[in-house]
T-cell receptor, first 113, second 111 residues
Framework: DGGITQSPKYLFRKEGQNVTLSCEQN?????MYWYRQDPGQGLRLIYY???????QKGDIAEGYSVSREKKESFPLTVTSAQKNPTAFYLC????????????FGPGTRLLVL | GQNIDQPTEMTATEGAIVQINCTYQ??????LFWYQQHAGEAPTFLSY????GLEEKGRFSSFLSRSKGYSYLLLKELQMKDSASYLC????????????FGRGTSLIVHP
């Protein structure tokens, strides 16, 4: 079955620690995205990538970093510079043509200890 | 920039019809999406409108008026499982093709 997977489902971060959230897709999509969702808020774009080895900052990129070494994978690192990392993180992918509907992974909930 | 407005919360009765509105202001327009999101889960695609009019898909329909900057999602024969957040997302023309999401409307369906 084609789809997007994210791991882990829950992640705990200690103060000053970097953590990496995994996102993998086997839909053969060129574009991948990371969103952050806080209670009562819409999805806010952190980073996106249109093609391998290329990515751009979204609206709230500060304190985050990404890489896109493979088409299938787009990991997100939440660095210690992100002072308020507690949120629900969603990864998505899409083709670059047509309707470009985004397909979302199941999400990772990050909590700070 | 873009401004997208949806009601925060709505309630409705099982078996009824509910309309969730979305108004937007954008510099250029290139499509509007509706997604459904159950608590703690991923958003799932419901509909896409780029031309004016009504698109019907089973119990769900979506309407768009580009001149008014307005869309609605119509849910018929409501079921308890329809209790979820409904996200409106608008894509502007030119530049980035990535849609901007509204805050979502939390729909509560009660017996």
């Amino acid at each position: 079955d084609g789809g997007i997977t994210q791991s882990p489902k829950y992640l705990f971060r200690k103060e000053g620690q970097n953590v990496t959230l995994s996102c993998e897709q086997n839909l053969n999509h060129d574009a991948m995205y990371w969103y952050r969702q806080d209670p009562g808020q819409g999805l806010r774009l952190i980073y996106y990538s249109q093609i391998v080895n290329d990515f751009q900052k979204g609206d709230i990129a500060e304190g985050y970093s990404v890489s896109r070494e493979k088409k299938e994978s787009f990991p997100l690192t939440v660095t210690s510079a992100q002072k308020n990392p507690t949120a629900f993180y969603l990864c998505a992918s899409s083709t670059r043509q047509g309707e470009e509907t985004q397909y979302f992974g199941p999400g990772t909930r990050l909590l700070v200890l | 920039g873009q401004n997208i407005d949806q009601p925060t919360e709505m309630t409705a009765t099982e078996g009824a019809i509910v309309q969730i509105n979305c108004t937007y202001q954008t510099s250029g327009f290139n499509g509007l999406f509706w997604y459904q999101q159950h608590a703690g889960e991923a958003p799932t695609f419901l509909s896409y409108n780029v031309l004016d009019g009504l698109e019907e898909k089973g119990r769900f329909s979506s309407f768009l008026s580009r001149s008014k900057g307005y869309s609605y999602l119509l849910l018929k024969e409501l079921q308890m499982k329809d209790s979820a957040s409904y996200l409106c997302a608008v894509r502007a023309s030119g530049g980035s093709y990535i849609p901007t999401f509204g805050r979502g409307t939390s729909l509560i369906v009660h017996p």
